[in-house]
Structures are given as structure tokens and as C-alpha cells.
């Protein structure tokens, strides 16, 4: 089991930067992928960036590639987005979540644990 929250969110200006934590409780954080998707209203859920096991290997939506950074420190159980250059395209919930595998994938349905959510919102 897996229980993740998420912080971090709130209304920052186009062009600023937010930090969102994502913080795990449960022994399989570690062994696992984890992920940021997003949820824009009315659209779909959307993956955003994902991070191995260990680290060492990030994989980004094309959306956000050079903007935003995946990161996690496995001793804290924590996982990170550090966003930049925030666009008003960027505002949605974000939602961080587990992988079953530990080299991450982009289908959510590859993800059986899910946080409930921080808002982000970007003003133009």
C-alpha cells in the first residue's frame, strides 16, 4: 500500500514558478515509479513527467519538456515538480501517483495509486 499527498499548489502569475511535493507513506515507495499527471476542466487527465526508482531516468510530457522538473529523494519518500516559466495552459489539478513497475510509463492506467490532487492555477 501507498498513500501519497500532495502540496505545493496555488495561483502564481504566467511566467512564475511553483514546487510541488508529493509526500508517500508505505514501504513500496522506493521500488516504484512515480509520476505527475494533470486535469485541466473539462479535459482529460493527462500525464505530465515521470521518474524511475531510482532517479536515474525522467521522462517528460512534450508540453512542459524544459520547463518542468521531476525529482525524488527516496530517503524522504517524497517526489518533486519543479514547474518554470508557468503558463496560463498550465492551470489543472495535479496529481501525483504510483507505478506498478519501477521504470515509469505514461498510461494511467499502469498507475494503481493516486493522491487526491493540488490546484494549480496560472494568471495570464
Known amino acids: 500500500q501507498v498513500q501519497l499527498v500532495e502540496s505545493g499548489g496555488g495561483l502564481v502569475q504566467a511566467g512564475g514558478s511553483l514546487r510541488l511535493s508529493c509526500a508517500a507513506a508505505?514501504?513500496?515507495?522506493?521500488?516504484?515509479?512515480m509520476a505527475w499527471f494533470r486535469q485541466a476542466p473539462g479535459k482529460e487527465r493527462e500525464f505530465v513527467a515521470v521518474i524511475s526508482w531510482s532517479g536515474g531516468s525522467t521522462y517528460y510530457a512534450d508540453s512542459v519538456k524544459g520547463r518542468f522538473t521531476i525529482s525524488r529523494d527516496n530517503a524522504k519518500s517524497t517526489m518533486y515538480l519543479q514547474m518554470n516559466s508557468l503558463k496560463p495552459e498550465d492551470t489543472a489539478v495535479y496529481y501525483c501517483?504510483?507505478?506498478?513497475?519501477?521504470?515509469?510509463?505514461?498510461?494511467?492506467?499502469?498507475?494503481?495509486?493516486w493522491g487526491q490532487g493540488t490546484q494549480v492555477t496560472v494568471s495570464s
Open positions: 501517483a504510483a507505478c506498478r513497475w519501477r521504470v515509469g510509463v505514461t498510461q494511467a492506467t499502469e498507475y494503481d495509486y
Open positions: 508505505g514501504r513500496a515507495f522506493s521500488s516504484r515509479a
